[in-house]
């Protein structure tokens, strides 16, 4: 016979019936194809990615492993795929500022192939500009322009000799440049010594002669170098021409290719007058010298001909739609890019071929989806991504300038236009961090995308499940699951949710079952996976998560906690404290002992007083106090001290849920009524008296159980548990099936004085107009002794003021 408050077997665990399921196996059903119970989560979504304004980011808040990931990426790429594919971005040489590289925009598919253009190219003009100037046109025109200014340089210069030959007293010796003006005598150079013999007045006009035979050498030689000059000059022209001719038809092919993008053509432009400006770089002797100096140098930083290669930052494939990246290691360097270097001479130096790209390069145009924490947990990433979203400027960072090295050569590239719609996943706590500290963060990340833990269980999603269960046997080539064995899968996601009217959003769960219960099956060399293979699993999985439990229970087995559900005993009773270790949860048996006297301290929280206790337990605590004065002294001085405590709890007590132990226990020191070991009971309490919810229910109960079992069922042990956390049992085969047999009970209550009955066998007693309590009940024998007190207390301070005197005159 069912008691009073006693919950039924059906009351304990929601089944699914594989029969309303509607199929036999999951290879009849369509794997899930959307965002399984996360509609509202969808819609934000589609909102947040079809505005285009600025600040219109995303993040998406949710609990790891309720496949926001997953589902965002899903959604994402299927919208990207319809999108226009974003332009191709390139770095080329700045001919005239070679520390600021040039970005370059082309259509999409054209960065690659204007790289490899450009390559051949100029292997082909290494090859075309020497054939074109050693032409025989070429090379006939080039000697006729030497010939003919050398020419002239040597009638001069014969002139000037013709001069000095008629001068007996000078003479020139040398050749070419070698030519100087020494005295003579006769036409024949005069020694030194014989110089000097000479009188002075000779001497004198030979000097004058010298002195002005030096200056016609001089006027001779000087025009002879500018005839040279002007001869290189010509020559330096005509292969200027000669190459200009030659890039000029190359170049105007290479151009039509890129009439839709004018930053490119402006730099063919740039580059086409830079190869004319350096045609002897293209010739064998120009290529020599700059070998040697790359042999000394290093093979590519100093290579000449880097100038004419492109770097493309980014090329996306023609038609592949707007990107969608994802960064699962967002560093500086791996969103902004950075330029590369390379040590030589112990010198950190670089060039623009060295800028590497970005995760913001690679999706601007489309979408980028980055982990909010991991963001936050790199230096200065939080900063730079925000700075770059404020001003839609993309610029590489500069690694070695971060890491404070010293380097010589720096770059400063244009910044490239910046179109990206930035997501951020993150916990729940993470976005309410961020909406608090940062001011910026909600102009940025205007779009909240907040996924649910859980979702109602109806027929809808009990089916969404079925397709989930598909998508991973297929996508995995897992055995197909039966009906018995979805239903079991759903169960368990009602569990996951801590409601039966609910299933977990927390698909990692669900399909980290889904492959342990395959798992099983095929160890079983069974066909398809039934509900014994996900029990199996599930048994497994809590055989390996279980150990502290094990080791809890085996101290309760061995007498070590202090566990006896035997008898009933004044101001004690059992309540129930939950361990969460990891995913793993379980619930254990704290004995609650007061201790009731006469005095004025009132109730002293042990717990408290030690320091060993949190606020909340604190505010239940002072609550507890609340419902006894509005229970007992509405009229009356309430004249108590009591003391209450937790026996071998040595960790700090945090939540309320033990306050309605608190409350019996109290209420038993106080009046002196015996209260059953064998019953635990979780609640908390207002001051009214009613029994509230509390968390963690089923896993309590079930670890409860568990100790009950080590010492041994009776058939009459059981718990009570507030009647609004029924909706939240979904409890173990094992522990319904002791219900459904009599060897345990459940027992549900709305208010404190439900319990009693089942507490003590004696009703609370409910308040009368004249404000008493019926006889034969708890709350008589509590005024009673409360009354007791007062008049102890008066009559041992009979002539000395009334403790209370001072509350009644108020």
């Not at 200027?240 to 000029?248: F, I, K, L």
């Not at 100038?307 to 990246?325: C, E, L, M, Q, T």
């Not at 009940?777 to 009334?802: P, S």
Request: some cysteine; hydrophobic content about 40%; proline content about 5%.
């Amino acid at each position: 016979m069912v008691k009073p408050n006693e919950l039924r077997p059906d009351e304990l665990h929601r089944i699914c019936d594989p029969a309303s399921l509607g199929f036999g196996t999951t290879e009849e059903v369509a794997p899930l194809a959307a965002a399984l119970g996360q509609g509202e989560a969808m819609r934000a979504l589609a909102f947040g990615v079809s505005v285009a304004s600025k600040g219109y980011n995303i993040f998406v808040l949710g609990r790891a492993g309720s496949g926001r990931k997953t589902f965002i990426q899903q959604e994402l790429r299927a919208r990207a795929e319809k999108e226009r594919t974003p332009s191709s971005w390139c770095y080329g040489f700045n001919f005239k500022n070679p520390r600021e590289p040039r970005a370059m925009e082309m259509p999409a598919g054209k960065g690659e192939l204007l790289r490899a253009r450009l390559d051949a190219l100029i292997a082909e003009l290494k090859k075309a500009i020497p054939q074109a100037l050693e032409a025989d046109d070429v090379s006939n025109r080039r000697s006729a322009i030497f010939e003919e200014r050398g020419r002239e340089a040597s009638v001069a210069m014969d002139a000037f000799r013709k001069e000095v030959e008629e001068d007996p007293s000078v003479v020139l010796i040398g050749h070419q440049d070698g030519v100087v003006v020494v005295p003579a005598q006769d036409g024949q150079p005069i020694t030194k010594e014989a110089y000097g013999e000479l009188p002075p007045e000779v001497r004198q006009s030979i000097d004058e002669r010298v002195r002005a035979a030096s200056k016609g050498l001089f006027v001779a030689q000087r025009r002879m170098h500018e005839l040279r000059g002007e001869a290189e000059a010509l020559a330096e022209d005509l292969h200027r021409q000669v190459t200009r001719s030659v890039v000029a038809l190359r170049f105007s092919i290479l151009k039509d290719f890129y009439q839709d993008s004018p930053g490119v053509l402006k730099h063919l432009d740039a580059m086409a007058a830079d190869i004319v400006e350096n045609w002897e770089k293209f010739t064998p002797s120009g290529r020599e010298d700059g070998e040697v100096a790359s042999s000394v140098l290093g093979p590519s930083g100093e290579d000449f001909f880097v100038r004419y290669k492109v770097n493309p930052i980014v090329s996306p494939d023609r038609h592949s739609g707007a990107p969608v990246i994802m960064e699962s290691n967002p560093t500086l360097w791996a969103l902004l890019g950075r330029v590369e270097g390379q040590v030589r001479f112990g010198v950190m130096v670089t060039d623009f071929t060295r800028i590497a790209p970005g995760a913001f390069h690679r999706a601007n145009g489309g979408y980028l989806v980055i982990h909010a924490e991991e963001v936050l947990s790199r230096p200065h990433v939080w900063t730079a991504l925000k700075r770059t979203l404020r001003t839609r400027e993309l610029k590489p960072a500069d690694p070695a300038g971060d890491l404070g090295m010293v380097v010589t050569e720096t770059l400063d590239p244009d910044p490239i236009p910046l179109n990206v719609k930035v997501i951020l996943i993150g916990e729940p706590q993470t976005y309410y961090l961020l909406q608090d500290a940062d001011p910026e963060f909600e102009e940025l990340f205007k779009v909240k995308v907040d996924f649910t833990p859980h979702m109602d269980r109806t027929r809808e999603t009990e089916a969404g499940y079925a397709s989930f269960i598909a998508a991973r046997c297929r996508r995995e080539s897992l055995p197909a699951f039966d009906a018995t064995a979805v239903a079991a899968v759903v169960e368990e996601g009602s569990r996951l949710a801590g409601n039966q009217w609910k299933l977990s959003t927390r698909f990692r769960a669900i399909r980290d079952l889904v492959r342990e219960a395959a798992h099983v099956a095929s160890q079983r060399a069974a066909q398809r996976v039934s509900w014994t293979h996900v029990e199996e699993a599930l048994q497994d999985r809590h055989r390996r998560n279980n150990r502290p439990h094990q080791e809890l229970l085996d101290l309760i087995k061995r007498g070590v906690l202090s566990f006896e559900p035997t008898g009933r005993k004044v101001g004690q009773i059992h309540g129930i404290g939950l361990i969460q270790i990891s995913d793993e949860a379980f619930g254990r048996p704290i004995r609650v002992m007061c201790s009731a006297f006469l005095g004025t301290e009132g109730v002293i929280n042990i717990e408290r007083e030690a320091q060993m206790s949190g606020r909340i337990h604190n505010k239940a605590f002072l609550v507890l106090t609340g419902y006894l004065g509005r229970t007992f002294a509405r009229s009356k001085p309430l004249l108590l001290s009591a003391s209450l405590s937790f026996d071998q709890l040595y960790e700090e007590v945090e939540g309320d849920s033990a306050s309605a132990a608190e409350l019996y226990a109290l209420l038993s020191a106080i009046s002196g009524v015996p209260i059953r070991q064998d019953i635990c009971i979780t609640g908390a309490i207002n001051q009214d008296g009613t029994i509230l919810p509390v968390g963690g229910v089923t896993h309590k109960i079930e670890g409860v159980f568990a100790a009950f079992e080590q010492i041994g069922l009776t058939g009459d042990q059981g718990v009570i548990l507030p009647r609004r956390n029924v909706e939240n049992l979904v409890l173990r085969r094992g522990i319904r099936e002791a219900v459904a047999e009599g060897r345990f009970h459940l027992y549900a209550i709305d208010r404190i004085e439900e319990g009693w009955p089942i507490l003590t066998g004696m009703e609370a007693g409910k308040m009368q107009e004249d404000e008493t309590f019926p006889e034969d009940t708890i709350h008589r024998l509590v005024v009673e002794q409360l009354d007791e007190f007062v008049r102890e207390w008066k009559g041992m301070n009979e002539g000395e003021e009334d403790p209370s005197a001072e509350d009644e005159g108020a």
